[in-house]
Structures are given as structure tokens and as C-alpha cells.
Nanobody, 124 residues
Framework: QVQLVESGGGLVQAGGSLRLSCTAS????????MGWFRQAPGKEREFVAT????????YYADSVKGRFTISRDNVKNTMYLQMNSLKPEDTAVYYC?????????????????WGQGTQVTVSS
């Protein structure tokens, strides 16, 4: 069964850090780009970061560039999102997703598998 499971969310003060993880069942991780998206209450889901297969190319939303780092461990079938200098506006449910190809993409429609999400709350 195809599965993506996020972890690492929680409550943190502004300026703090969190690291999210996304572990995939083996057959859906290899040879595919991965991405992180987020959705705040009352807002649409938005792109955060993406990484290609095998992990040489990354793209970020302007709002997180310089603060967030996406990476992947292809042996552990796990993707990460290191989030530093967190702001209250980063508060959202964060979702990991697998793309339909090896090319990193910020486009929602290119992702075919999604995790259940993990809540990140940043207090001011």
C-alpha cells in the first residue's frame, strides 16, 4: 500500500526551529521528486519546497527561502524539511507529497501521492 507519513510538527515560539520528516513506503520514493506544501486555516494549500530525484536540485517558495531547507535520504526513504527562524505566519498543516516524475516541481497538480499532514504552530 502506498503511504507517506509526516512527523515532527508541534508548537514552537517565533524564531525557533523544527524539523519535519516524511517517510515513504519503498516503492513510491525511488526515482521521484518530492515536495512539501502547507495549508493554513481558511487558505488554499500552497507550495513550500521541492527536491528532485536523487536530490541535486531544490526550489523554495519566496516566503521560506533562506529559512527552510529540504533534503532527502534515499536509503531511508525519508524526506526532511528543516525550518529555522520560524514566524507566526508559518503556522499551518504541512503535507509531504510525491511527484509524478523525477523533476522537482512547485505545481500542485504534478503530485500524485500525499501524506496526512502534520500541524506546525508558531506562537508570537
Amino acid at each position: 500500500q502506498v503511504q507517506l507519513v509526516e512527523s515532527g510538527g508541534g508548537l514552537v515560539q517565533a524564531g525557533g526551529s523544527l524539523r519535519l520528516s516524511c517517510t515513504a513506503s519503498g516503492r513510491i520514493f525511488g526515482n521521484y521528486a518530492m515536495g512539501w506544501f502547507r495549508q493554513a486555516p481558511g487558505k488554499e494549500r500552497e507550495f513550500v519546497a521541492t527536491i528532485n530525484w536523487p536530490g541535486s536540485t531544490t526550489y523554495y517558495a519566496d516566503s521560506v527561502k533562506g529559512r527552510f531547507t529540504i533534503s532527502r535520504d534515499n536509503v531511508k526513504n525519508t524526506m526532511y524539511l528543516q525550518m529555522n527562524s520560524l514566524k507566526p505566519e508559518d503556522t499551518a498543516v504541512y503535507y509531504c507529497a510525491r511527484s509524478r516524475s523525477a523533476t522537482a516541481t512547485r505545481y500542485y497538480i504534478e503530485y500524485t501521492y500525499w501524506g496526512q499532514g502534520t500541524q506546525v504552530t508558531v506562537s508570537s
